[in-house]
């Protein structure tokens, strides 16, 4: 088990050293130049203190030598620092991680607690009433684009029943509220988000439980429980459900990418204070560092998330460990 | 006959000439401003049935012309996707060897890419246009596609027609896309349309977020970017153009879904 994890562990890195190679490719494919987006048009600054702004971050050397001298200093965490407003890119990240984390987190139990119900059921129950409903919804939910949902939500519960605030997480006032009625804005706040967040995600998952629990219940193992004579809820989930559970924590391990994607348009519309939404910024400022800063977080926290499921796959199922110590 | 197949055909084919007959179809000009006070925000009525939006433009016929850039948005990136998908699929799992490894190692860092990123990334630095947006989706998301023709090649590549042809001594270029490829098509055929549905999803996301489409021209996903700036008024900006997208991603999944049962008896026999 100890080799299987730090064989998965190892594997983080070339993927980490390909995906932020990519990403810093792309940026200096991009027309203009960094000294241009900080100094702008301010004549003050000449072309020969441009020409020394390049030497001194070395921009003036070839990219990959560039990408060589980034990744020297990503070792100690240093992103550098933001074109805009000159603070260090990791402070910035790690003051917006927290609500992202947050935001993530919830909507992945809530997925997970919503969809393996309804996957379960609408499997043992095929074809029926409830079965053909959850079909509708999850062809409704592949479709629905999310976004829009999210300014449904707005519209809907926000302005026409003014029941849940529509932006921010934790407005001024709440530093003049005690911990509890502060606990209680926080989730009246995360609720639309969480709702936007999770909605896609539930549909793929309820989808894919449903498949792996008809998968399981054709199985030789659940045959010969049934003729031993147990009770079809003992067998769903003694024999069933322990087994199809095995697929569904790889594909929530598989999810972790469309959710952090989707967390650049809701933290956007939500103006909610995470990473997303500093993304985003970045990208609209062509703040460079910043983006690769929140590029390569959001990178690893997906290979993270990735690894873990992969950990808690092994962990359950013997046979991938030993094949893994091989 | 599929049921689910005759519904998405019929809706796509009912949106696919609407947006070709745009002209025909539309009763405004989708460009065509009217800055009076009451041109401006109007409800939905009978002279426009999904009202007018901030500049006193006809909702209804802006969504018709949109409807030219989302569906040529989605079949082009469909359309590069494949082609990526298919040659560099077909590539690997007829070599197989050090070209799969390389692939497919490329192919797992597209998985674990919060692609939405690059893809914004990629846009704004080369400049936030339509053609642009068709290009970067289609990109980015021949991995699914990729993985797909190489499982199919793995198992056609040992058969006895592939031999066959082997020791006639046909190239292995006329091989993989005469001999192999015509036999791997079918599970691509339900893969390729689904995506259209995803890269219409993609490209009204973009836009929302004003890197598709730029102003005055509009697709989907723009008219709801002004839908959220008078969210709190104009509802009929909202609801009509998300629904089109619902509606249009919805007929190329069932049609896609539909495609698959036919495609494979397997799942026939489990229905």
């Known amino acids: 088990m100890k080799r299987y994890i730090a064989k998965r562990l190892l594997l983080i890195i070339p993927m980490l050293i390909g995906i932020s190679f990519i990403m810093f490719t792309v940026m200096h494919l991009a027309p203009g130049d960094t000294a241009s987006i900080k100094y702008g048009m301010n004549p003050e600054v000449s072309g020969s203190a441009r020409a020394n702004f390049d030497k001194m971050y070395d921009l003036d050397k070839p990219v990959l030598v560039q990408y060589g001298l980034w990744v020297k200093r990503l070792i100690s965490l240093d992103f550098g620092s933001s074109l805009i407003d000159d603070q260090a890119v990791m402070a910035k990240i790690t003051s917006r991680l927290p609500a992202t984390l947050l935001l993530q987190i919830i909507s992945l139990f809530i997925i997970f607690l919503i969809a393996v119900p309804i996957g379960v059921i609408s499997a043992v129950k095929r074809n029926s009433f409830f079965d053909r409903i959850m079909t509708i919804f999850?062809?409704?939910?592949?479709?629905?684009?999310?976004?829009?949902?999210?300014?449904?939500?707005?519209?809907?519960?926000?302005?026409?029943?003014?029941?849940?605030?529509?932006?921010?997480?934790?407005?001024?006032?709440?530093?003049?509220?005690?911990?509890?009625?502060?606990?209680?804005?926080?989730?009246?706040?995360?609720?639309?988000p969480v709702v936007a967040t999770a909605f896609g995600s539930l549909a793929a998952l309820s989808r894919y439980s449903r498949s792996s629990v008809i998968e399981v219940m054709n199985?030789?193992?659940?045959?010969?429980?049934?003729?031993?004579?147990?009770?079809?809820?003992?067998?769903?989930?003694?024999?069933?459900?322990?087994?199809?559970?095995?697929?569904?924590i790889t594909i929530m391990g598989l999810s972790l990418p469309a959710l952090?994607?989707?967390?650049?348009?809701?933290?956007?519309?939500?103006?909610?204070?995470?990473m997303g939404r500093l993304g985003y910024e970045a990208i609209m400022n062509y703040d460079y560092p910043v983006v690769m800063g929140v590029g390569v977080i959001a990178t690893f926290l997906t290979l993270i998330g990735i690894f873990l499921s992969d950990i808690a796959y092994a962990f359950v199922d013997p046979r991938i460990r030993v094949g893994g110590e091989k | 006959m599929n049921k689910r197949i005759i519904f998405g055909i019929v809706i796509i084919f009912v949106m696919t000439l609407s947006a070709v007959l745009a002209p025909f179809v539309a009763r405004y000009d989708p460009l065509k401003m009217d800055l009076?006070?009451?041109?401006?925000?109007?409800?939905?009525?009978?002279?426009?049935?999904?009202?007018?939006?901030?500049?006193?433009?006809?909702?209804?016929?802006?969504?018709?012309?949109?409807?030219?850039?989302?569906?040529?948005?989605?079949?082009?990136?469909?359309?590069?996707?494949?082609?990526?998908?298919?040659?560099?699929?077909?590539?690997?799992?007829?070599?197989?060897?050090?070209?799969?490894?390389?692939?497919?190692?490329?192919?797992?860092?597209?998985?674990?890419?919060?692609?939405?990123?690059?893809?914004?990334?990629?846009?704004?630095?080369?400049?936030?246009?339509?053609?642009?947006?068709?290009?970067?989706?289609?990109?980015?998301s021949w991995a699914g596609i990729c993985r797909l023709v190489r499982a199919e090649f793995l198992s056609l590549r040992e058969r006895d027609f592939v031999q066959?042809?082997?020791?006639?001594?046909?190239?292995?270029?006329?091989?993989?896309?005469?001999?192999?490829?015509?036999?791997?098509?079918?599970?691509?055929?339900?893969?390729?349309?689904?995506?259209?549905?995803?890269?219409?999803?993609?490209?009204?996301?973009?836009?929302?977020?004003?890197?598709?489409?730029?102003?005055?021209?509009?697709?989907?996903g723009s008219i709801l970017t002004a839908g959220k700036v008078y969210i709190d008024y104009a509802w009929w900006l909202t609801l009509f153009p998300g629904l089109?997208?619902?509606?249009?991603?919805?007929?190329?999944?069932?049609?896609g879904e539909g495609l698959r049962e036919v495609l494979d008896p397997k799942l026939r026999e489990r229905k």
């Open chain 1, 138 to 192: 999850v062809f409704i939910g592949y479709a629905t684009p999310s976004f829009w949902l999210a300014l449904l939500l707005i519209l809907f519960f926000g302005f026409k029943l003014g029941w849940l605030p529509i932006s921010g997480m934790s407005p001024w006032y709440t530093a003049y509220l005690d911990s509890f009625d502060r606990t209680k804005d926080l989730i009246a706040h995360l609720v639309l």
């Open chain 1, 219 to 248: 199985e030789n193992y659940v045959l010969t429980a049934r003729a031993k004579g147990l009770s079809s809820s003992r067998i769903v989930t003694a024999h069933i459900l322990k087994n199809a559970l095995l697929s569904i």
């Open chain 1, 260 to 274: 952090i994607s989707g967390s650049f348009i809701f933290e956007t519309i939500f103006a909610w204070p995470g």
């Open chain 2, 36 to 140: 009076s006070e009451d041109a401006r925000l109007e409800k939905p009525s009978r002279e426009h049935f999904f009202g007018t939006d901030n500049l006193g433009r006809d909702v209804f016929s802006r969504m018709v012309y949109g409807a030219r850039i989302s569906l040529s948005v989605g079949f082009i990136a469909v359309f590069i996707s494949l082609g990526m998908g298919i040659f560099l699929g077909g590539i690997s799992g007829y070599y197989g060897g050090w070209i799969d490894s390389v692939i497919m190692r490329i192919v797992e860092i597209m998985y674990c890419f919060p692609t939405f990123f690059l893809i914004m990334m990629v846009i704004t630095f080369l400049g936030p246009s339509i053609v642009n947006v068709m290009i970067v989706i289609g990109l980015t």
């Open chain 2, 164 to 220: 066959a042809a082997k020791v006639q001594g046909v190239s292995n270029f006329r091989i993989i896309f005469r001999h192999i490829l015509p036999n791997a098509m079918g599970p691509v055929y339900v893969s390729a349309t689904l995506s259209v549905g995803g890269a219409i999803l993609v490209e009204s996301a973009l836009s929302f977020l004003g890197l598709g489409i730029q102003i005055p021209e509009a697709s989907w």
């Open chain 2, 244 to 255: 089109a997208i619902l509606i249009t991603v919805l007929s190329f999944n069932l049609m």
